[in-house]
T-cell receptor, first 113, second 110 residues
Framework: ETGVTQSPTHLIKTRGQQVTLRCSSQ?????VSWYQQALGQGPQFIFQ???????GRGNFPPRFSGLQFPNYSSELNVNALELDDSALYLC????????????FGEGSRLTVL | GIQVEQSPPDLILQEGANSTLRCNFS?????LQWFHQNPWGQLINLFY???GTKQNGRLSATTVATERYSLLYISSSQTTDSGVYFC????????????FGTGTRLLVSP
């Protein structure tokens, strides 16, 4: 069974740029959610994708957007990067829309200069 | 929104000691998970425990949903247990939003 994988593991961007992070869900899992973890804090929910549609969103602005593909993999896109976007971005997958255990990937660490 | 508080915030132990971490939450939940975050940032699943008691080796967890708390027990601690422990809960919102606690930072010294 393949776990949740994310890419890239580390990246550096400058303010105003755009970034795309990628996630492959655990085998058989059809729901993907994304979290942002700032240094020294717990992860914060960004949004969830199920059946290729966003169906739950946390307190993040529209410049945070995403996609889910037919194979359940997902992308997180962030436009107009700000310094405060520097964080660890975690992807989680689960089997089911609103039940079950979540499993996390190793994360993508983004630094915005 | 729901509040999730963990205690203690920091814990220093000698190898071999036992410890109890606590998670209090302010509303009814239908999912509770405990995670260990390693120094590289990965969240490792410890327990999926919306209610009841579970054990896995030296670790065990108990959730009393009616009283809105969960406990994580670590026995015979090892240096590899060091890291941050998070409790995370999900309300019955219809989607997979986990609300994480403030974390307990554990350091086990040899």
């Amino acid at each position: 069974e393949t776990g949740v994988t994310q890419s890239p593991t580390h990246l550096i961007k400058t303010r105003g740029q755009q970034v795309t992070l990628r996630c492959s869900s655990q085998s058989g899992h059809n729901t993907v959610s994304w979290y942002q973890q700032a240094l020294g804090q717990g992860p914060q929910f960004i949004f969830q994708y199920y059946r290729e549609e966003e169906n739950g969103r946390g307190n993040f602005p529209p410049r945070f957007s995403g996609l889910q593909f037919p194979n359940y993999s997902s992308e997180l896109n962030v436009n107009a990067l700000e310094l405060d976007d520097s964080a660890l971005y975690l992807c989680a997958s689960s089997l089911g829309f609103h039940t079950g255990e979540l499993f996390f990937g190793e994360g993508s660490r983004l630094t915005v200069l | 929104g729901i509040q999730v508080e963990q205690s203690p915030p920091d814990l220093i132990l000698q190898e071999g000691a036992n410890s109890t971490l606590r998670c209090n939450f302010s509303d009814s939940v239908n999912n509770l998970q405990w995670f260990h975050q390693n120094p590289w940032g990965q969240l490792i699943n410890l327990f999926y425990i919306p209610s009841g008691t579970k054990q896995n080796g030296r670790l065990s967890a108990t959730t009393v949903a009616t009283e809105r708390y969960s406990l994580l027990y670590i026995s015979s601690s090892q240096t590899t247990d060091s890291g941050v422990y998070f409790c995370a809960v999900r309300m019955n919102t219809g989607f997979q939003k986990l609300v994480f606690g403030t974390g307990t930072r554990l350091l086990v010294s040899p």
